[in-house]
């Protein structure tokens, strides 16, 4: 089964993904013309507003969410991956893809809060949502919620669930399903609490979590210092081909970044547009933007960081798929993954490194796992909206926390490759969508940009954006108009 999951990655992580993903996020930084860079400071304060209602969650709280969902194992096992098959050049990838899917995920929160509806007590969106709304196309919609919940409820988990239980196998010698079951129990209680309960716990895990970790890579790069200008040559250098002994590997270390980047910061996939639809703003793009800036928190700081500390201690080795014997051997017989990482931490903390790093892998991992059941929710509550049938929120709870103890105790490399195929096959209908879509979040954009050089607080009305089918933002604007 594993030889026929790796074939399937091998079709679907073509370099046809690969240049899709940098073409569509060179698109979307030029025709909104850098909207992550030039509304940085603006990123930045929309986080502290704190707008909540009974049906809503606030902005930081979205952002949590959301970061919780690109926060996980790729920033910790992902990225050491990236450098064991693409060499140190696919850091520099890396953060490119990043840099340039800032835009594409403000692009796709955007759309999710314009179309965004109320559903009970809560507000529901995400890329099925505004594929109906805005393309009008339902069977389109129809499929990329089939391929989301079946990817986020079946296919992924079990990435997160496996790393926690590898993690504490290697730091505190538990068994696998032990961590397993434990985890299992625990999701339950949040999942079958709704969105409030997992957005509290958003809330309070990932800024502790997120903060706790660069400290400690901070620590390492301070003590390794002397070597930071060398690992930074090392990198441009075996990106650009420069370098004596990676300079062959120029498009494997693009392949690989673009592929770990995605994966790690999901900018495109349309993950993020379902905790950003839940957030009570007063315009789209004010989410938008601050979907942007959980991208460069992500990939640019967390990513680069792990990476540095991994490549300026020396603890990896590099071998390129299809070569027998590796091109670099440092830590030899050592698995590419946490594994580098806990390495890297232990030239500063000693044994502590490695238990640092499981707890950390816990927290990333199963903040994730809270966002991801978030998500096949919602896409099954478009379903369900369509095939009224109401016992499939349950089956979802139920297989979603058996998965996620199957993942436990099943290899790493068939659920890398699982998670592998949900996620590009979500990339390629997304990215899609998202470029057919570019005229009513431009819109939106250029709607926002007007209103604050107007010196005002922007309030959206999507008919004076010249924007069809958001019928909730109609019944906003007509209750604050100004």
């Not at 958003?202 to 690992?231: K, N």
Request: with cysteine; hydrophobic share 50%.
């Amino acid at each position: 089964m594993e030889q026929t999951v790796n074939t399937l990655v091998d079709y679907i992580w073509g370099n046809g993904l690969v240049y899709l993903a940098l073409a569509v996020g060179l698109y979307f930084t030029l025709a909104s013309r850098g909207v992550q860079f030039r509304y940085l400071p603006e990123m930045i304060r929309l986080l502290r507003e704190r707008q909540e209602s009974g049906a809503g969650i606030s902005p930081f709280q979205a952002f949590c969410m959301s970061l919780s969902g690109r926060i996980g194992v790729g920033n910790i096992a992902g990225v050491a991956t990236a450098i064991a098959a693409g060499g140190p050049g696919a850091v520099f990838w890396m953060v490119v893809m990043a840099l340039l899917g800032a835009a594409a995920a403000f692009t796709e929160s955007t759309l999710a809060q314009i179309y965004k509806t109320e559903v009970g007590t809560e507000y529901r969106g995400g890329s099925p949502y505004y594929i109906e709304k805005g393309l009008k196309l339902k069977g389109f919609a129809v499929l990329v919620a089939v391929v989301i919940c079946l990817s986020y409820g079946v296919l992924v988990p079990g990435i997160q669930a496996n790393t926690i239980a590898a993690s504490f196998d290697q730091a505190f010698g538990l068994p696998s399903w032990v961590t397993g079951a434990a985890v299992s129990l625990f999701l339950a209680f949040l999942i079958f609490g709704g969105t409030k309960r997992i957005a509290r716990a958003a809330d309070r895990m990932i800024p502790l979590m997120a903060l706790g970790y660069v400290c400690l890579m901070l620590a390492v790069l301070v003590a390794h210092a002397g070597r930071i200008p060398e690992t930074v040559g090392l990198i441009v250098g075996s990106a650009f081909g420069t370098d004596a002994l990676f300079g062959g590997m120029v498009g494997t270390a693009v392949a690989w970044g673009v592929r770990r980047a995605v994966f790690s910061n999901v900018a495109g996939a349309g993950e993020a547009t379902f905790s950003s639809a839940a957030a009570e703003v007063s315009h789209p793009v004010k989410q938008g933007l601050v979907q942007g800036f959980s991208v460069y928190i992500d990939t640019v700081v967390v990513c680069s960081a792990t990476a540095v500390m991994i490549l300026i201690t020396g603890m990896y080795n590099v071998q390129p798929p299809g070569m027998d014997t590796p091109l670099v051997a440092n830590i030899p017989g050592v698995a590419a993954g946490a594994a580098y990482t806990q390495a890297a931490l232990g030239t500063v903390f000693g044994s502590f490194g490695g238990i640092f790093v499981a707890v950390g892998i816990f927290f990333f991992a199963f903040t994730c796992l809270m966002a991801y059941y978030y998500i096949a929710e919602t896409a099954l509550l478009y379903l369900d909206q369509k095939l009224k049938y109401p016992l499939l929120g349950r089956a979802l709870r139920l297989v979603f926390l058996a998965v996620v103890f199957a993942g436990s105790v099943q290899s790493a490399g068939l659920m890398w490759g699982l998670g592998d195929i949900g996620f590009g096959s979500m990339c390629y209908l997304n990215l899609i969508a998202i470029v057919l879509l570019s005229r009513p979040a431009l819109r939106a954009l250029r709607d926002y940009d007007r209103q604050r050089k107007a010196g005002i607080d922007p309030v959206f009305d999507p008919r004076a954006a010249g924007i069809d089918g958001a019928d909730f933002w109609v019944e906003y604007a007509r209750r604050h108009r100004r």
